[in-house]
């Protein structure tokens, strides 16, 4: 059973560029949120997506955007990119159950690095 | 503040000692906590829920005190293997999203 698969596992980009990371999620899980972790810092939630429709935000601004195709994959999109934005970007999978959410499993996330 | 504070670390132990980690939290409507791990550049992975009750795994034993906004996580006997930084998260009232402490990094020397 594959876990949380995350693409591209390392990516350099130039300020003001854009940039897609993708996500697929644990084999059931219908949930994916998206997590910022910055160095020495603990992961910071981004959003997240059920039902193809984004259902909770954190505190980041518009230039962060994301998307969930039908079969739960998604994409986290990051336009005007920062030097402040180069962290490792988590996605997380899970379902919901009785109104709850189920466990989370992390991907092994995308070292993004902005020059 | 921070949603969530940890002991800032680092943690270094001898084999076989018995280490402790702090955390409180800011937000009282806050519903589910958990302890994860993360080994270096990894991604955290659950290590326990943390129940009102306390609950024990093995070496491992969690703490909630819902009165103060404190969580505790004790490791006995540790091992080299437990090297790692240790994440406390809450999940603040009925969203969903996980709220992260910044970690404790643990070393275990040998």
């Known amino acids: 059973d594959a876990g949380v698969t995350q693409s591209p596992t390392h990516l350099i980009k130039t300020r003001g560029q854009q940039v897609t990371l993708r996500c697929s999620p644990k084999s059931g899980h219908d949930t994916v949120s998206w997590y910022q972790q910055a160095l020495g810092q603990g992961p910071q939630f981004i959003f997240q997506?059920?039902?193809?429709?984004?259902?909770q935000r954190g505190n980041f601004p518009d230039r962060f955007s994301g998307h969930q195709y039908p079969n739960y994959s998604s994409e986290l999109n990051v336009n005007a990119l920062l030097l402040g934005d180069s962290a490792l970007y988590l996605c997380a999978s899970s379902s919901l159950l009785d109104g709850w959410d189920t466990e989370a499993f992390f991907g092994q996330g995308t070292r993004l690095t902005v020059v | 503040r921070k949603e969530v504070e940890q002991d800032p670390g680092p943690f270094n132990v001898p084999e076989g000692a018995t280490v402790a980690f702090n955390c409180t939290y800011s937000n009282s409507a806050s519903q589910s906590f958990f302890w994860y791990r993360q080994d270096c550049r990894k991604e955290p992975k659950l290590l326990m829920s943390?129940?009102?009750s306390g609950n024990e795994d093995g070496r491992f034993t969690a703490q909630l005190n819902r009165a103060s906004q404190y969580i505790s996580l004790l490791i006995r006997d540790s091992k080299l293997s437990d090297s790692a930084t240790y994440l406390c998260?809450?999940?603040?009232?009925?969203?969903?999203?996980?709220?992260f402490g910044s970690g404790t990094q643990l070393t275990v020397l040998p």
């Open positions: 943390v129940y009102s």
């Open positions: 998260v809450v999940t603040p009232g009925s969203a969903r999203q996980l709220t």
């Open positions: 997506y059920y039902e193809e429709e984004e259902r």
